[in-house]
Every structure is written in C-alpha cells, then in structure tokens.
C-alpha cells in the first residue's frame, strides 16, 4: 500500500537533516556507529544529515528508536520529514485514559499517609494525594500557591521550590537540594532535546534571585549521605523525606509517556512522629485532581 505523505519544502528536509544531526551529536553517536547500530549505511546517513536524501517514514521511527528520541520529538522528525505525526498526546481526563487514571489513583492512595505526586514532563501537578497537598500547605497557603504558581489550569512544583515566595526559605538544605533539582533539570532539558518548554522553564529558574548563584557553587561530586532528602523546616515542624520516581512502562501516547509518579517516604523517626502529628491536625484536602 503506498504512503500517504506530504511534499516537504527544502527547507523541511534541512530541518530534518539538522534534527537528525543534533540528536545523533548529542547521543554521542558517530555516523558510522548509527550506521551500523541502524543497519543503513554510513552514506546513507550522511545524506540524510545533508538534505540530499529523502527519509522514509520508517527510516525516521528506526533511527529515532536506535537515538531513544522522546515521542514528542518523534513527531517533530516526522512533520520535517514531511510525515504527519503519529503519535498522540491524549488529556489525562480523556476517556480512553479511565484505565491509566484509574491506576494512578489507586497508587496515590496507597501512599497514603504519606505524599505522592504525578507531575508532566515540566513538573506541572496532574494529580496529588491528600497527604501531598497537606505538604505542600504545611508550608504555602493556599492561596499563594493560587497566586505565585498556578498557570494554564496547573500548579508548577519547581516555580512553587525556587521561588522566594515558595517553599524555598523552609529547606534546611537548600544548596544542596537546589544544585540537584538543577542538575536534573539540565540533564531532562537535554534528553528532551532542550525543547522550548524546558528551556524557558530552566531559564526562569535561574533568574530567581540567588539561584544562578546556587548553580555555580554547588559541589556536584561530594555527598556524605547514602541518600539526598529534602530537609524542610518550618517554626516547629521538621521534616526530611526521600523520594522514589516511577514512569509508565513502554507508552505510545506523549502524555503517558512524560507522566512520573513520585512517593515521597519519612528519611527518619523524628519525620514519622512530626508527619503524623500534622496529620491529626490537618484536614485539607487535594485540589489538585480537578
């Protein structure tokens, strides 16, 4: 059956070949090692870089499996190729994802007491358990966290950590709790290709005040724990946790696939205690889960 397939303008099969040359660069592939890691040729691939080749759809999804590229890279290779897209980004409320919802709901609630998130590929909260959103106002009001850090219908957890006006001045830890979510933002940033969405999310980040500084000083090889936790402190209240993240297993949909669950666990006996006395003194509910 023949394909259908749009006529691509240079200028698209350009894009393509430059796409294909980031990616390749910044897997540390030569293009002889995704030549034979492809099983296509090595001039093969350099046409294709060149613009002198054309892909076929086949060839995009089989040099974009060898490169691990993200879905929603995927289909930015196919649209410069001259495909349509394939792969779909399906709302987390939508029908379809009952099942998936269903599931998600079920692990946060078995994380109950303690909090657990589901958050987007740029830490928007999807979805929180009740313990969650009680860490969360144990140390925000609510309606700062209305105010400073909800845009386009979602609360963003690393605006609502570095802000001055988040949870920031309550991490005892902060230089070293910061210089991690940085590193691992930077590192998220380039395995997303450092799409514009990650990159103006890093940005924004660094111009909060004293952050860029963070950044610079932080010591990224010495650790004298077995395990980073977050260490929050708050006039009587103390807390440190640790966190496990977890993803969806071989997603086709975007959004499924740019899902992570994260459980956060008591790091020590003096966090249990504090924990379940917040606990007995909180009745607040998610309103995150819409």
């Known amino acids: 059956m023949m394909q259908q397939r749009t006529s691509p303008s ?12 980031q990616w390749r660069s910044q897997r540390g592939y030569s293009q002889l090692d ?21 892909p076929s759809r086949e060839m995009v999804l089989q040099l974009a499996e060898v490169l691990e590229i993200p ?31 269903k599931a998600l709901d079920f692990m946060l609630r078995q ?17 929180t358990n009740n313990a969650a959103t009680r860490l969360l106002t144990t140390f925000i009001a609510p309606e700062q966290l209305q105010t400073h850090f909800y845009r386009d219908g979602k609360v963003n957890l690393m605006r609502a ?6 949870l920031r001045p309550f991490v005892v830890n902060w230089e070293d709790f910061s210089g991690h979510l940085l590193q691992r933002l930077h590192r998220e940033a380039i395995a997303d290709g450092e799409s514009e969405q990650s990159r103006a999310l890093l940005d924004e980040l660094m111009n909060y005040p004293g952050i860029a ?21 708050r006039e009587k209240w103390e807390l440190q946790f ?3 993240i977890a993803t969806l297993g071989t997603p086709y949909d975007i959004t499924l696939q ?3 669950i994260e459980c956060l666990f008591p790091a020590n006996e003096a966090t249990e205690q504090n924990w379940k006395q917040i606990n007995l003194t909180s009745n607040n509910s998610s309103f995150f889960n819409g």
């Open 10 to 21: 240079e200028q698209q099969l350009d894009s393509f070949g430059l796409l294909l040359k």
């Open 34 to 54: 995704l030549a034979i890691t492809s099983q296509v040729s090595q001039r093969h691939i350099s046409f294709l870089e060149s613009g002198r080749a054309k």
């Open 71 to 101: 879905l929603r890279q995927q289909n930015l290779m196919l649209t410069a190729a001259g495909f349509a897209p394939i792969h779909a980004e399906t709302d987390l409320s939508a029908p379809e994802m009952a099942a998936i919802r």
């Open 111 to 127: 994380q109950e007491p303690y909090p657990a998130i589901v958050v987007d590929r740029y830490w928007n909260l999807l979805l």
């Open 161 to 166: 950590m570095f802000h001055p006006q988040g």
């Open 213 to 233: 500084e963070t950044w610079h000083q932080s010591d990224r090889t010495a650790q004298n724990t077995m395990l980073l936790t977050v260490h929050l402190k």
């Open 242 to 244: 640790f966190s496990t």
């Open 258 to 260: 740019e899902l992570r």
